[in-house]
Every structure is written in C-alpha cells, then in structure tokens.
C-alpha cells in the first residue's frame, strides 16, 4: 500500500537536545511538507520541498531544519533553539504544479518535553 | 493576506440530524480547496477537491459544495463514526502552500 510512514509515534526531547522526526512515502510525490499542529490551532507549515536537494521556509521555520536527499524521505531536526517543542508535528506529499492535488498526510510524531 | 476561517469552532449533533460546516476564504486567486476528515491522534484524511465556484462533490453522508467566499460541507443524516475535525485548506494564487483552517470539531452522538 502506498503512503506516508512517520516515526517515532511519540517523541520525548530532553533540555538541549536535538531530535530529529522520519518521514518516508512511497507516493512518488516529488513535495513533502512538515505542518506544526497545536490544539486550537491551523496546521501551519514549518519547512516544504518540491524537489530533491531543494527546500524551503514556510511559516515557522526558526528553530527547526530538514534535508531532502533522497526523493522518498524528509526528515525533520528539532533543535535545542525551538523552546516550544510540544506539538503534533505532521509529514505530507503531493505532486507540485498547475494541478495542485492534494496533500497526503502521514499519522503524526507527538513530540513533548521531558 | 490570505486566510481561512471555519465555523462553527465545536458542533454536536443527534444521530440523523443534518447541518453544515462553513469554511470563508480570503485569497487573491483560488486554486483549490481541500476539505479532509482528522481523527484524534491520527493525520488528516483527503475527502474532497473544489476548484471553481459553483462545483459539489458527494461521498456518502457528504457533500462539499464552493462559491466565491465560502465553502460549505453539507453531512446528511450523520452517524456516530462521523465524527471527527473536519478542516478546510486552500492554495493561494502562489500555488505552494496550502493555508489551513483551524477546523470544526464535529460530534454525532446516538
């Protein structure tokens, strides 16, 4: 079955530390996506990629960073300097483009503070 | 800038009773509009895609209906598995990120 695999479900990050999130799909989506969710809140978009080796800002990049060196994965480092690390962080692909399809999600790393 | 507000925030229903979730839009150029269906503690599900003002899309108890402002999706008859946020997420005319809504809590009760 085709989708969007994350890892760990649950996360725990100490004072400090950095922690790096998984995202793997084997949609063949050129775009992935990592969103931020908090309760009460919109998804709001972190860091995206339309194609390997490339990637930009989105909303609310300060204090995180990713790499795209393989098409398939997308991994996600939340640095000591993001000092509000606990949300519900979310990997999404889609086919960049005129056609803007929709994004796909995977399940979701819960990440939280020791 | 652009913007994406739903309403109601929270909506309980009855098992069988009808209503509708708006979804309002503020972007210079609409290239789609996405509702999905999220669980607790799960990612969001992909229910329909709108591109153009006066187009509906149906699947089972549900219907997404987009004029030029708003979005409505219309659930018929819910159940209790209904139950669950549903979001609304457009494309600017940028094209590359989709602006999300916080969503509408819905709860279908037996």
């Known amino acids: 079955d085709g989708g969007i695999t994350q890892s760990p479900k649950y996360l725990f990050r100490k004072e400090g530390q950095n922690v790096t999130l998984s995202c793997e799909q084997n949609?063949?989506?050129?775009?992935m996506y990592w969103y931020r969710q908090d309760p009460g809140q919109g998804l709001r978009l972190i860091y995206y990629?339309?194609?390997?080796?490339?990637?930009q800002k989105g909303d609310i990049a300060e204090g995180y960073s990713v790499s795209r060196e393989k098409k398939e994965s997308f991994p996600l480092t939340v640095t000591s300097a993001q000092k509000n690390p606990t949300a519900f962080y979310l990997c999404?692909?889609?086919?960049?483009?005129?056609?803007?399809?929709?994004?796909?999600f995977g399940d979701g790393t819960r990440l939280s503070i020791l | 800038e652009d913007q994406v507000t739903q309403s109601p925030e929270a909506l309980r229903l009855q098992e069988g009773e009808s209503s509708s979730l708006n979804c309002s839009y503020t972007v210079s150029g609409l290239r789609g509009l996405f509702w999905y269906r999220q669980d607790p503690g799960k990612g969001p599900e992909f229910l329909f895609t709108?591109?153009?003002a006066g187009e509906e899309k149906e699947k089972e108890r549900l219907k997404a209906t987009l004029t030029k402002k708003e979005s409505f999706l219309h659930i018929t008859a819910p159940k209790p598995e209904d139950s669950a946020t549903y979001l609304c997420?457009?494309?600017?005319?940028?094209?590359?990120?989709?602006?999300f809504g916080q969503g509408t809590e819905l709860s279908v009760k037996p």
């Open positions: 949609l063949n989506h050129d775009a």
């Open positions: 709108l591109y153009s």
């Open positions: 999404a692909s889609g086919i960049p483009g005129p056609s803007l399809g929709p994004q796909h």
């Open positions: 990629s339309q194609i390997v080796n490339d990637f």
């Open positions: 997420a457009v494309y600017g005319v940028g094209g590359g990120k989709l602006i």
